[in-house]
C-alpha cells in the first residue's frame, strides 16, 4: 500500500516538473508577431508583421518598383536596335543607367525592413547618398542633353553623358567612404549611432546634384527647338516633385521626429518611405516618358495623293500660274483665254463655204482646240481641263 502511494507521489512530482519546465519555456520564447507565424525568423520580422503595416506596405511598394524597373529596362534593351536617330538613341543609355539606379533605391528599402546590426547600418549609410546621387546625375546629364537639342537640335555623345553621371556619381561616393572612415574607423564609434543633422549633412552633395538639374532642365525648357519641350516638361516636374520630397523627408526627420517624441522609432519608417516614393517618382515622371520618346517611333512622310483633287501643287499641274490669284477667278481667265484662241483661229484661218453660205471650220481652227492628254486627266481628277495660259494651239507642221 505504501509502495502504491509512493509511486502515485512520484509520478505527480513529474508531471509538475514537466508542467513547469513547459511554463519556462514558453515564457523565454519570445512572441511571435501577427502574420508570422510561418514567416521569417525574428532579424525580419518586419516584413511580415501585421501590426507594423508600414513595412509591409514599402515590401509590396519597393517589390512591385523592382518588377516595373526591369520590364522597362528589359523593353529598352529589346529595342535599341530599331532606334535610328541619333538623338534619340544618346539618351537611352542614361535611362539604363537611371533604371539601375531606381532599381538599387527600392532594393535598399528592404535594409529598413531588417533589424539594424553593424554590418547592416554601414550598407544604409554608404548606399543612401550614392543611389540618390546616381539618379540625380543622371537627371542632370539628360538636362544638359534636353538644352543642347533644344538649342542646336544635336545632342553629346551617350558614352560622354554616361561617364559624366558616373563622375558624378563618384564624388558621393568618396564622401560616404570619407564619413563612414572618420566617424567609425577612427573615431570608434557605432555604425547605428548618428544624429540625424550628420546623415544629412552627408546627402548635402546630392541636394547640389537636383538643384543643378532643375535649374538646367529650366534653361532647357527656353530653347528654340520645340521637338524636346515635352521631355523637358516631365523632366522639370520630375525635378520639382523630388525638391518637394527632399525637403518633407529632411524636415520630418531632423525636426519632426523630435517634436513629436517619435525620434528613434520613426526614423527607419521616414527613410525607407522616401527611398520608396523616390524611385517612383523617378520611374514614373521621367524614365516611362523618356523611354516613350525616344522609342516613339518618327513620323513618316505623307505621299502626295495625285488622284485627290484638293492637292493642288504646283508639281500636278502642266504650267505654273500666279499663285495670288484665287482659283475661281483663275478659271475664268483660262477660259475667257481659251475661247479668245478659238475665235481668232476660226476667223484667221481659211474656211469653206457650204450652200447656205456659212462657215465651216478648216483645219488650222480645229488644231487650234485644246485636247488634254489621258495623264493630264488623271492628274485632274479625272474632269476635262482648261486651257493653259500659254497654249497658243497646236502646230501640225
Partial sequence: MLSSIKMCSVHVLVLLLAGLDVCCSEQERPAVPLGCALGPPPPYTLLCDLDAVWGVAVEVLAAAGVLSALLLLMVLLCRLHSVSEAPKRSGIGLIMLMLTGVIGLFGLSFAYLIEFSESICIIRRALWGLLFSLCFACMLAQSLRLRRLANESRSPGGCALIGLALGLTAVQGIIAAEWLLLTVLREGHPACQFQPLDFTLACVYVLALLLAALVTAALALCGKTRQWHCSVVWLLVSCVLSV?????????????????????????????????????????????????????????????????????????????????????????????????????????????????????????????????????????????????????GRQLW
Avoid at 520630418?252 to 527607419?268: A, E, Q, R
Avoid at 482659283?327 to 450652200?355: C, I, K, P, T, W
Wanted: glycine share 10%; charged share 15%.
Fill in 244 to 392: 518637394l520630397l527632399w525637403v518633407a523627408w529632411i524636415g520630418f526627420y531632423v525636426y519632426g521626429n523630435g517634436m513629436l517624441d517619435k525620434s528613434p522609432d520613426w526614423d527607419d519608417p521616414a527613410l525607407a518611405v522616401a527611398l520608396v516614393a523616390q524611385g517612383w517618382l523617378v520611374l514614373l515622371c521621367h524614365a516611362a516618358p523618356e523611354a516613350h520618346a525616344c522609342l516613339r517611333a518618327p513620323p513618316q512622310p505623307s505621299a502626295p495623293d495625285y488622284f485627290d483633287t484638293s492637292q493642288n501643287s504646283s508639281r500636278m499641274r502642266e504650267a505654273s500660274l500666279d499663285e495670288d490669284i484665287p482659283m475661281s477667278h483663275r478659271q475664268f481667265v483660262d477660259n475667257q483665254r481659251y475661247a479668245f484662241d478659238e475665235n481668232a483661229a476660226g476667223l484667221g484661218g481659211g474656211g469653206h463655204h457650204n450652200g447656205s453660205g456659212g462657215t465651216r471650220p478648216s483645219a488650222p481652227f480645229r488644231s487650234n482646240v485644246y485636247q488634254p492628254t489621258e495623264m493630264t486627266m488623271i492628274l485632274n481628277g479625272g474632269a476635262v481641263p482648261s486651257a493653259p495660259p500659254t497654249y497658243t
